[in-house]
Every structure is written in C-alpha cells, then in structure tokens.
C-alpha cells in the first residue's frame, strides 16, 4: 500500500469565514487580504429558486463563509438584481443575484473558474 503524505500547501482549506482568505496556521504572511482573495478561485453558484431558503443551504453556506471560492454571482431569477447578503442576511456583501448563468458570465470580466450546483434537498426525493 503506497501512502501519499501532502502538505498544508496542496490541500484545501475548510471552508469558514465569509469570503475570507486562507488560515496559514500562524506562519506569517506578507500578502494583503486584498491579494489573498485575488488568487482564490472564483465561482458562480447556481440556486435558481431556492437561495435564502433550506434547499439553498449549500449557495447559502458559500455565499457566507468560503474560504476556498471567491463568489462572484448566484444564480437565482427570484432574486435577480438584488445583493446576496441582503437577502440572506440584511448585510451588503457586493455578491450579485442574477438571473441565468448567461448574465453570471457577461457581469463579469473574465470568466468564473467554477460553477457550484448550490442546492442540496432537505427532503428525500426532491430535485
């Protein structure tokens, strides 16, 4: 049996802190927060119809605290133009709503590294 050791470097960070940059476990870092969050991949989450609600609690979660994607758009047409943190929670986050996956990707400059499926049922049998 082969074992593969990897270090903090390679492995991916649990995902806590809204929109905040990597822990580095006390090793101390020049980078601003700025330049952290700049080298985190960015991502759209999809929610269409479900985000602020329980079957949106993956969108919801990331919106909130991901440490390893910088959100840059949730996808939801009952929600589109407003912000995400408003919805969810009161606060500006700069997270747009919108529409389809087509204006996640016009409103921004380059193109989202990752698209995230942000549902996950609450009840057995459900899409």
Do not use: W
Request: hydrophobic content about 40%; proline content about 6%; aromatic content about 4%.
């Amino acid at each position: 049996m082969k074992t593969e050791l990897r270090s903090a470097e390679t492995m991916r960070p649990p995902v806590r802190g809204a929109q905040s940059a990597q822990l580095t476990d006390g090793a101390a870092t020049h980078l601003s927060t700025l330049t952290r969050l700049a080298v985190l991949p960015t991502a759209t989450v999809y929610c269409e119809g479900n985000f602020a609600k329980i079957d949106g609690k993956t969108a919801n979660g990331l919106v909130r605290h991901s440490e390893a994607y910088r959100v840059v758009s949730v996808i939801d047409s009952d929600h589109s133009g407003a912000d995400s943190g408003v919805v969810l929670d009161g606060a500006l986050n700069n997270i747009p709503i919108v529409e389809s996956l087509d204006a996640a990707v016009t409103h921004e400059t380059i193109l989202p590294d990752t698209f995230i499926f942000g549902m996950a049922p609450s009840s057995p049998g459900e899409t």
